[in-house]
Structures are given as C-alpha cells and as structure tokens.
Antibody
Framework: EVQLVESGGGLVQPGRSLRLSCAAS????????IHWVRQAPGKGLEWVSG????????GYADSVKGRFTISRDNTKNSLYLQMNGLRAEDTALYYC???????????WGQGTLVTVSS | DIVMTQSPDSLAVPLGERATIHCKSS????????????LAWFQQRPGQPPKLLIY???TRESGVPDRFSGSGSGTDFTLTISSLQAEDVAVYYC?????????FGQGTKLEIK
C-alpha cells in the first residue's frame, strides 16, 4: 500500500526556518517525482514545489522561490522541504504527493500543519 | 502561469441528480505531440487530503465510481457526476500539469439540496 507521511510542522515565528519531511512507503521512491502542495486554512490548493525522480527537474511556485528548497534522499525513502524566511502567508497544511511520470498527483499524505506567527 | 478558473464556486444538487462543474484554463493544456490534455480533477472531502478522480481530462482513476466522468479539451473542461450520492459532498478541484507552476482551480463546493 502506498503511504506518504509528512512531519516537521509546527508553530514558528516569522523569519525563522522549518524543515518538513515526507516518508514514503509501499513503492520505490527512486522511480517517482514527489511534490509539495499546501492549503491555507479554509482556502484552496496551491502547488509549492516538485522534484523529479533523478533530481534533474525541480520547480517552485513564485511565492516560495528563493526561500524554500526541495530535496530527496532515495536511500532513506524520504523527501524534504527546507523553508527559510517564513511569512504569515506560509501558514498552511502542507501535503506531499506522489507524481507519476507525467506529474499526475496520484497519492497524497495527510499533511503537516505549519503556523507562522509571533 | 496558467490560471485555472472553476464555475460555479458552489453547487447544491438533489440526491440522484446530475452535478456539473466547469473548469477553464487561461491557455491550452493540450500537448500536441501526444494529443493529451494535461488536466486532472480532485475530490477533497472535509478533513481529508485531495483524492485523484480523473486525469488526462477524461481517464478515471482506478477505483473511482463510474458516475464520475470528465470531458473537454484545450481550455474548457467539465466534471460530471451523473447521479449524486451523499458521499460525493466535497470540494472539487481541477488542476493543470501541463507546465510548472502546476496550478489548481479555486475549488467548487458541492452540497446536497
């Protein structure tokens, strides 16, 4: 069974950093792209970042470019999102999602909540 | 960036009736080399992560009931639920995966009338 489990969320002050993790199981992480999608409280979905299976293709939303860094460690079946310079508007539930070869997001985790507030 | 616009924002339909949600992209998401529309539909029930329903605009994901169907091409797409069931109450999103940043529609909240 495919499972994605996010962790690392919490309450953080504006300007500080946080590192999210996504642990994958039930499939070979090496073969798939993984994406981060966030959802602010009561709002819609926003694609944040994605990384291809071989790390050659990485993309970011304009709203996080230069502040967030996505990475992966296939040997640990894990994906990461390093978030620096956090702002109040980054407050959201962050989901990791598995992407097919065409980046169709076919499996999602339950999400980890990030709250940026002083 | 490709802007995805859904209509309506909310919809109330009687049980057993048809529900139709529209999605329009600001530019075509049809890739000419393979003639595929890079358009997906997701269902998000309260308190749950999104669930993939439809991809390539009209291909139903495994396990999705056949009352769900997708249609359209280029810039205009439709998600249809042929006979609304109570468990279909959710917010529905379209999403393009044609080019990054991959973008979602604002969502359509579907309720029972």
């Amino acid at each position: 069974e495919v499972q994605l489990v996010e962790s690392g969320g919490g309450l953080v002050q504006p300007g500080r950093s946080l590192r999210l993790s996504c642990a994958a199981s039930g499939f070979t992480l090496d073969d798939y792209a993984i994406h981060w999608v966030r959802q602010a409280p009561g709002k819609g979905l926003e694609w944040v970042s994605g990384i291809s299976w071989n790390r050659r293709s990485i993309g970011y939303a304009d709203s996080v470019k230069g502040r967030f860094t996505i990475s992966r460690d296939n040997t640990k079946n894990s994906l990461y999102l390093q978030m620096n310079g956090l702002r109040a508007e980054d407050t959201a539930l962050y989901y990791c999602a598995k992407g097919t070869i065409y980046d169709i997001l076919d499996y999602w985790g339950q999400g980890t909540l990030v709250t940026v507030s002083s | 960036d490709i802007v995805m616009t859904q209509s309506p924002d909310s919809l109330a339909v009687p049980l057993g009736e048809r529900a139709t949600i529209h999605c329009k992209s600001s530019q075509s998401v049809l890739y000419s080399s393979n003639n595929k529309n890079y358009l997906a539909w997701f269902q998000q029930r309260p308190g749950q992560p999104p669930k993939l329903l439809i991809y390539w605009a009209s291909t139903r994901e495994s396990g999705v009931p056949d009352r769900f169907s997708g249609s359209g091409s280029g810039t205009d797409f439709t998600l249809t639920i042929s006979s609304l069931q109570a468990e279909d109450v959710a917010v529905y999103y379209c999403q393009q995966y044609y080019s990054t940043p991959y973008t979602f529609g604002q969502g359509t909240k579907l309720e029972i009338k």
